[in-house]
């Protein structure tokens, strides 16, 4: 790092590393030195907003460079458990986008790379970050609540994915819900028993890859608590998200207000407007995870959401993914 900055790598110009490329071009701290998109006009596209130097179609030219302290990982699925590896192996420290890999085999060797090189690694699940659920997480934690009883979270899109991101998704559980196992692990402690419903109800492209569109998820806590997610890829109205954490002395609610802190009321009652999708709700927390990931990288301690949290969230996906197919409930143990 020179005179206090982080050279950043950018893998990805996609959606995504959009939506990254402008929480780093305000992150005074941060000098993104390459852009790297094996479509290079998103690449040529996203540099003038980052100020990169460079753009590349190579992601093992940009792991490479000497001049570069950080890579951020917004490349799809397939690819982040050699990054990481690549990265790691340089020196590195990753920031990477949900899931490491779609196996679990494969996410610990990147993950056992990570540890035997010693690089800061940070998993990319940003509501850890909103305010709401950071709160929800210290009021939990200062005993609030008392003893946690129940846990329940509703996760649900505005419009399912393309045909080729399902391809690739890895299904539901793995690509959506996953951020819903996040949640409840960092509110509700660790998981060790998942029993998954799942089906099509509207999205012929689900069930063309053996996935589904809909599913309800229950979970057993290691303290006990019981929890319940429930997840749509399609919702008319707009990005659902709702979650709720109960306990001995009352519950709390993590949920949006409206957009637009207004509400127009006429003689058919009254209208509010509503988030579409999660880079609009969830926009705060998406800069907010960058800052925290490198705060931790410059004041050399461990960034969170961290290796654990990765396999952790993977381990309940999994289990929920061979609870549908198999019909019963999974512990973690078996996974």
């Not at 690819?79 to 899931?99: D, R, S």
């Amino acid at each position: 790092m020179k005179n206090d900055r982080i050279a950043v790598a950018l893998l990805g110009a996609g959606r995504i590393g959009q939506e990254h490329a402008k929480n780093l071009a305000a992150l005074p701290q941060v000098e993104v030195v390459v852009v790297c998109d094996p479509r290079i006009e998103s690449a040529v596209a996203v540099r003038p907003l980052v100020r990169a130097k460079e753009v590349t179609p190579s992601p093992e030219e940009a792991v490479n460079r000497k001049d570069v302290d950080a890579v951020i990982i917004c490349t799809p699925t397939d690819t982040h458990a050699a990054l990481i590896e690549a990265a790691a192996e340089t020196g590195k420290a990753v920031f990477c986008e949900k899931p490491v890999a779609l196996d679990l085999t494969r996410t610990q060797q990147a993950l056992a790379t990570v540890a035997e090189k010693g690089v800061p690694f940070q998993i990319g699940f940003q509501r850890r970050f909103d305010s709401g659920y950071a709160e929800a997480k210290r009021r939990i934690e200062a005993g609030v609540l008392g003893r946690l009883d129940q846990f329940r979270t509703v996760g649900r899109d505005p419009a399912p994915p393309p045909k080729e991101y399902l391809a690739k998704s890895g299904g539901l559980f793995l690509d959506q819900a996953i951020h819903e196992f996040d949640i409840a692990r960092f509110l509700m402690g660790d998981v060790t028993e998942v029993s998954a419903w799942g089906t099509v109800r509207f999205h012929p492209d689900a069930e063309e890859f053996d996935d589904i569109d809909t599913a309800t998820t229950l979970l057993r806590f290691a303290s006990g608590a019981l929890g319940v997610v429930e997840n749509s890829r399609q919702a008319v109205y707009g990005y659902d998200i709702v979650t709720e954490a109960f306990g001995e002395n009352g519950k709390i609610v993590i949920q949006a207000e409206p957009k637009t802190p207004l509400r127009e009321y006429n003689k058919d009652g009254y209208r509010l407007d509503h988030y579409h999708f999660f880079m609009d709700r969830f926009g705060p927390a998406f800069r907010t995870e960058l800052e925290a990931f490198f705060h931790a990288v410059s004041n050399g301690k461990p960034p969170s959401p961290g290796p654990n949290d990765a396999l952790e969230s993977l381990k309940i996906a999994l289990a929920a993914t061979r609870s549908l197919k198999e019909g019963r409930s999974v512990k973690l143990t078996e996974i």
